[in-house]
């Protein structure tokens, strides 16, 4: 095949789509994945068009085709991934420092996907930290060029042209059926793993074995690339966080970029003119270093700067093109043009020997704690409590083991804790509570689950029909504790009724679908108490006071009390509404807020393992709040029928 310059600009737009959508430069969405469905279908159509060519000249040789995928994706991986542990020597705390050197490690053996599939959701909060993210998809490429030419290889010396056709769209639709079939119960598999991605790539592989048995006809398809526009703009518009990805979703990046690869074999029409637009050709050719580089400055921004606004994520965006381009014009071309290794045993050996070499470096910076010496030990002290849970709940989520006891062993549970992850984070401080009454009670959570029906994912109806289900089993169960951060759908977008709304929209809905949860919970006579939200730092307290003691930044953590009460306006409006016989509400920030500030740190220890989550450290603490609120509460709790209750903490 013939070098197209429109295929360069169709890398433009993939790169340019993933640039905008993850330094925040437009407020639509965030689907920046679309480019890399993009990228996907375009390494499909290259890499089959180069495999047949070789197949029948019978040149294919696996050795030189491994050699040049080397030459063309290595180098610059390497120096990105060497200049990133370089700054990061400089800028990341030892916890950060420690798992960039693992996710670099992942991402030199072409890993990382397998990495981020068990440990990181793609979409939770947590993402937008993880250093090395973006690479998931370089290895689910790397991964694609690796098997794939040696099946491809054995079926087209054996099978004709059109046979081949057959296999390929076979494949792709196999692997789009395990998409939709996993994308729903396995979400974090669809998406970061090569079978249900693969699909993408042989998509493009299918167009290039069209094009060779079909040539004539090609050209007579330059009208594909209006809907082909309108596909790839559709998804950016269509896509919500509901939207399970890759789902059905991709067909719109993935056909849209078929249909413009389709309408480039028409040398005088638009799409070919477009998409060979000069500046579109030379983004296209620096596009997988500026893919490579553009996160990194993402992630080294969020370290030097407190906080980063606009006009850091547009110097970010800038930089990314000049990194880029010296990238490409020192390291790219030079390796593929072969003035740098010219021969595949030089290149081979180079490769080999710096992956041997970045692998040792990460295993160093690994096994000593992410270089913690180079820190104030007290730098470590409060990296500490970001990870100080109470484990012995960590399972009790309805999508993983379910009901946890919690109190006293022995005892007939009389109360209930439900909710989100806080639920979870307050667990220690409710078992002291109940322990403290001699009672005993049962906890089930959700990660991520608004606890009002009709609200959130399927695993979060599944939460409050169990314990729906478990309140009418057991009439023991007298008090139901309803606890979240209580922000999704209130202050920000959510899914609702399925379908994805803004707050102020959601607000209307919220009310009655709460009234609807609280009637359901108290069905049974049990009373419904509404926990109100802990209150939130600026940002990560233990990051932040290591920050302070490592680097001498001085970052705030503590909020005013008043900037509460106007964060949770229509939280409390909806309490309000739902609130009367058989369901009360419980504030408990008074144990970390006084009259003006809600504190983010109590004497020189973080309160929070994040910037809202209490570490377990403070159940004690909570649990005398719980006890001092409870016994103010205008209906006292109804003690156990099994003992009496005792005097509070």
Known sequence: MNYRADIDGLRAIAVLLVLVFHFKLISIGDAGFIGVDIFFVISGFLITNILYKHVISETLNYGDFYARRIRRLFPPLAVTLVGFLAIGWWFALPDIFAELALETATSVVYGSNIYFWRNVSYFGLQAVDVPLLHTWSLAVEEQFYIIFPLIFGLLARRLTLQLLIVAMITVTISSFALNIFFVASKPMAAFYLLPTRAWEMTLGGTIALFAIKYPAAMPRFSWLGVPGCVAITAAIFLYDPSVAVPGWITLGPTLGAAMLIVAGYNQGGWTKKLMSLPFLVIIGKISY??????????????????????????IGFALSFAIAAVMYVAIEAPVRERRIWATNRRLVLAYFGSSIATLAICAAIWFSGGAAGRFPAEVGRLLAFKNDRNETVADCEISKRGFCAIGVLGVAPSAMVIGDSHADATAGAYDIWLKSQGRAGVLLFQHGCLPIEGTGKPA??????????????????????????????????YPIEGRWLEPEEAQARLIPLLAKTTAMLGSTDARVILVEPMNVAKRSVPEAMARQIAFGKNLDVDRMRAEYFTDHERLFTAFKAVEGLGVIRLSLIDAFCDDLVCHGELDGDPIFRDNNHLHGGMAQRLAEEIAKQILIADTPLTSSPDTAPSPPL
């Open 289 to 314: 270093s500026l893919y490579l580089v553009h996160w990194p400055i993402i992630i080294i921004t969020s370290w030097i700067l407190t906080d980063a606004g606009v006009l850091a994520a547009w």
């Open 460 to 493: 979060c109806a599944d939460m409050l029909k169990a314990a729906h289900a478990r309140l009418i089993d057991d009439d023991l169960i007298r008090d139901v504790f309803v606890i979240s951060i209580w922000r999704q759908g209130f202050n920000g977008p």
